[in-house]
Nanobody
Framework: QVQLVESGGGLVQPGGSLRLSCAASGFSLDYYGIGWFRQAPGKERDGISCISTGDGSTWYAESVRGRFAISRDNAKGTVDLQMNSLKPEDTAVYYC??????????????????WGQGTQVTVSS
């Protein structure tokens, strides 16, 4: 079965850190650009970071730049999102998806792209 699976979400205090992972089943992430999105209650799903294939270019939304870092773990075959200095407004369900990415941004995933089921991140004291 071809799918993406996110892991690593949880409850963390403000200022804390979490590391999310996006893994693929049935295909390799090596050949895909990967994006991370998040959706807070009552809000639209927004792209926050992506990493390209090839040269590994990365892009970050202004809201997370300097706090989050996206990377590929070739040994594990995952794309990870290291989240530091977390704030309550980072609370959301986080999703990964295949897409086209460059240093300037991403193209919205097409119908043929893959999405994960999401992982909850809650930042609260």
């Amino acid at each position: 079965q071809v799918q993406l699976v996110e892991s690593g979400g949880g409850l963390v205090q403000p200022g804390g850190s979490l590391r999310l992972s996006c893994a693929a089943s049935g295909f390799s992430l090596d050949y895909y650009g990967i994006g991370w999105f998040r959706q807070a209650p009552g809000k639209e799903r927004d792209g926050i970071s992506c990493i390209s294939t090839g040269d590994g270019s990365t892009w970050y939304a202004e809201s997370v730049r300097g706090r989050f870092a996206i990377s590929r773990d070739n040994a594990k075959g995952t794309v990870d999102l290291q989240m530091n200095s977390l704030k309550p407004e980072d609370t959301a369900v986080y999703y990964c998806a295949t897409l086209s990415c460059s240093a300037y941004g991403y193209l919205n995933p097409m119908k043929s792209d893959y999405w994960g089921q999401g992982t909850q991140v809650t930042v609260s004291s």
